[in-house]
Nanobody, 123 residues
Framework: QVQLVESGGGLVQAGGSLRLSCAVSGRTFRRYAMGWFRQAPGKEREFVATIGWSGAWTYYADSVKGRFTISRGNAENTVYLQMNSLKPEDTAVYYC????????????????WGQGTQVTVSS
């Protein structure tokens, strides 16, 4: 069983930065493509970013492109989401997830999920 634990959320002013981390248990971390999703109050969960097995390939939602950066440390079994130039509309619970195949942008394509970490951006 693979377990994912997010951390790094919090309250930040608009224009600020946060770095989210997702620690993944198990020796099979390298086998999974990783993704970040978010869910704002009253809205459906949406795709944010994804990264391939080696970390060389990444893909972002248009709403965060140029502001967010996804990366992974395979030696640390951790995936990161660096969030810069944060906006109030980025306020949401952020989830990391693991998928068997790279390029996944839909929830059903992800096999394992974390519990989420709250990010609040004040104006």
């Amino acid at each position: 069983q693979v377990q994912l634990v997010e951390s790094g959320g919090g309250l930040v002013q608009a224009g600020g930065s946060l770095r989210l981390s997702c620690a993944v248990s198990g020796r099979t971390f390298r086998r999974y493509a990783m993704g970040w999703f978010r869910q704002a109050p009253g809205k459906e969960r949406e795709f944010v970013a994804t990264i391939g097995w080696s970390g060389a390939w990444t893909y972002y939602a248009d709403s965060v492109k140029g502001r967010f950066t996804i990366s992974r440390g395979n030696a640390e079994n951790t995936v990161y989401l660096q969030m810069n130039s944060l906006k109030p509309e980025d306020t949401a619970v952020y989830y990391c997830a693991a998928a068997d195949l790279p390029g996944a942008t839909l929830e059903y394509q992800y096999k394992y999920w974390g519990q989420g970490t709250q990010v609040t951006v004040s104006s």
